[in-house]
């Protein structure tokens, strides 16, 4: 399911080749951006032999994982181009089925995949309705596809921006039809009315794989159009990816009674707090640290795809169940909510969320409205997103000086948002760069957080030992206008809502053990600030009397 999520984060063109060589094939798929119907499942996902689960794109190599052409608009300041590409080319990296709980190959030793860096049309307000780029840049795409050494391996094209339907189709053919060209997979019809693959004749494109090609109870292919057979390859997909979907569901609502048959919400022993953030974040770092468990974590993009609870020692002795999450990611779409649903049930059902956020990232700001967003998506309360704990991790890869200036004013170009002295001319021919020539912008791209400590910090008991705490790891009160200034967050319907008036922060290093113990302390005043609310909420009437001390003596007065 996730894998579906990824392969199409952005991107919203792929081509799919079939691993057989007998029968060559090429797909060209779309998803339509902000529908809430199937296309987020794709028909080359099925097989003759049923669906393929998880895998959405299909590399030629069926051994090897698929491999993406990675097209990336530019965007300025060049430490944001940076991060958006390095994002892109680590989720292209990312598209790989895990087995048994791993995956096939090392990240850490994997190469960038191929990339190109490209002029953003959007930037000038001048996106081609049609195709999104103008003609020069899909020449350079195009060039590049048909370029010998670049010919075996990609099997899909990423572009890293968001296309409308119409654009992704027209890319889609335009480059569809390089690709059938290449390897002459059009079925045309021959001057004697049969049905061949050839480069002449009247073209008809039918099923690619034609007779035989995988109905459920009747065979198909020839006489079924490809939009049909595209059709009941979706419906088919997307009718297996419910019924897991519901699977996962239940189970998790079983697991959850359970837990709260052994001690429930507030006030009772097992509280869950939902660790969620953006992917890459460090979470699953973060509740190992905190709960000496061993979750997987890699630098890899969606390193987490299932809710894995840990149980945490809070100062005071009290358990509390920490819930690691899968990752979230900017331009979701909003089709791929649906499928977040019976994952993140536990970050709506949890009794309080931290919200993870890499402070190396140049990005934060940009990270933070994502997950803000998400959340409003999934259903969380505001109420719940108001007494959210914001940890700002990975502070050991902060360099202090460049970070101690505040919040940088650079802008995240997304459709529809303009720089005018961006680029100069539209399309000029050979866009082509290397990641390594990037231009980094190391100017302050975020604010960091005074290094203040508050009064709780340092000293409170814990059951782990944890490195010492430094001044960095102080924990304090700010309130959101003090950090961000007056921020709203745009959610998909262009509804805007208000950040959270008031978030505590922490600083941490999952890696380093920095500010763990103020973060367990943090949640645990937190949680006995919430059970103090809901236990007043409950009235005079609704709480049983007991007499106090003064009762008592007044009782034992002759
Ligand atoms: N230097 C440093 N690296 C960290 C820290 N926390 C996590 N990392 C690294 O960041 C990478 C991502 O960590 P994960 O814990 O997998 O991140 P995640 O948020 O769970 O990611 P997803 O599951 O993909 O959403 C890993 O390589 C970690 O070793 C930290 O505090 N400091
Ligand atoms: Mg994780």
């Known amino acids: 399911m996730l894998r579906g999520a990824i392969s199409r984060l952005g991107a919203r063109l792929r081509l799919h080749a079939d691993p057989s060589p007998a029968s060559p094939r090429l797909r060209v798929l779309s998803t339509r951006r902000g529908k809430r119907s199937s296309p987020t499942l794709s028909p080359a996902d099925c097989d003759d032999e049923g669906p393929l689960r998880g895998l959405f794109v299909l590399s030629r190599d069926p051994e090897c994982p698929p491999r993406l052409l990675v097209v990336q608009p530019r965007l300025r300041p060049g430490s944001l181009l940076e991060s958006k590409l390095a994002e892109a080319l680590n989720l292209a990296n990312s598209l790989e089925e895990r087995r048994d709980g791993f995956y096939h190959s090392e990240f850490g030793a994997k190469g960038a995949p191929p990339h190109l860096v490209v002029q953003n049309p959007a930037s000038r307000g001048r996106s081609h309705a049609d195709t999104y780029f103008g003609p020069g840049t899909v020449d350079n795409v195009?060039?590049?596809?048909?370029?010998?050494?670049?010919?075996?391996?990609?099997?899909?094209?990423?572009?890293?921006?968001?296309l409308s339907g119409i654009q992704q189709r027209n890319l889609e053919s335009e480059l569809a039809a390089l690709m059938y060209m290449k390897t002459r997979l059009v079925r045309v019809r021959g001057p004697g009315g049969r049905l061949t693959f050839g480069p002449s004749g009247e073209a008809e494109v039918v099923s690619a794989r034609g007779r035989g090609s995988g109905g459920r109870g009747f065979m198909s292919g020839a006489g079924e159009t490809e939009l049909q057979l595209q059709r009941r390859r979706i419906q088919e997909r997307r009718v297996s990816l419910l019924a897991q979907i519901e699977d996962v569901r239940r189970t998790r609502a079983i697991q959850r009674s359970s837990r709260k048959r052994h001690g429930g919400s507030f006030g009772q022993e097992l509280v869950t707090v939902a660790v969620v953030g953006y992917t890459n974040a460090g979470k699953s770092t973060l509740v190992s640290a905190l709960s000496e468990a061993d979750l997987y974590s890699?630098?890899?993009?969606?390193?987490?795809?299932?809710?894995?609870?840990?149980?945490?020692?809070?100062?005071?002795?009290?358990?509390?169940?920490?819930?690691?999450?899968?990752?979230?990611?900017?331009?979701?779409?909003?089709?791929?909510?649906?499928?977040?649903?019976?994952?993140?049930?536990?970050v709506v059902e949890a009794d309080m969320l931290v919200h993870v956020l890499d402070s190396s990232a140049s990005n934060l700001e940009e990270h933070r409205s994502t997950v803000l967003q998400v959340l409003q998506q999934i259903g969380v309360s505001q109420e719940k997103i108001n007494n959210m704990i914001e940890v700002w991790n990975k502070i050991d890869l902060v360099d202090e000086n460049v970070k101690s200036d505040g919040i940088d004013d650079e802008v995240f170009l997304t459709e529809g948002e303009q720089e005018d002295d961006i680029f100069s001319e539209d399309d000029a021919p050979s866009e082509q760069t290397s990641f390594d020539s990037v231009d980094v912008d190391d100017?302050?791209?975020?604010?960091?957080?005074?290094?203040?400590?508050?009064?709780?910090?340092?000293?409170?008991?814990?059951?782990?030992?944890?490195?010492?705490?430094?001044?960095?790891?102080?924990?304090?009160?700010?309130?959101?206008?003090?950090?961000?200034?007056?921020?709203?967050?745009?959610?998909?319907?262009?509804?805007?809502?208000?950040?959270?008036?008031?978030?505590?922060?922490?600083?941490t290093s999952a890696v380093t053990g920095t500010g763990l113990q103020e973060l367990l302390a943090l949640i645990e005043r937190k949680l006995t600030e919430q059970q103090t609310v809901v236990q007043r909420s409950y009235g005079p009437f609704d709480r049983k009397w007991r007499p106090t001390s003064m009762d008592c003596e007044k009782a034992a007065e002759p």
């Open 142 to 162: 195009k060039c590049y596809l048909s370029a010998t050494e670049s010919e075996e391996d990609v099997d899909a094209v990423f572009v890293n921006a968001i």
């Open 443 to 507: 100017g302050a791209d975020s604010e960091y957080l005074s290094e203040e400590n508050s009064e709780d910090s340092n000293e409170l008991p814990s059951k782990k030992s944890f490195a010492e705490p430094t001044e960095m790891g102080a924990m304090k009160e700010l309130s959101s206008k003090e950090c961000f200034g007056e921020l709203r967050v745009l959610d998909t319907n262009g509804h805007t809502f208000p950040q959270p008036a008031s978030t505590c922060h922490v600083k």
């Open 298 to 346: 890699d630098d890899r993009l969606f390193a987490t795809v299932d809710p894995r609870l840990r149980s945490v020692i809070l100062p005071s002795g009290r358990k509390a169940l920490l819930s690691d999450t899968v990752g979230f990611i900017s331009d979701l779409p909003v089709q791929l909510v649906e499928a977040f649903h019976a994952t993140l049930e536990e």
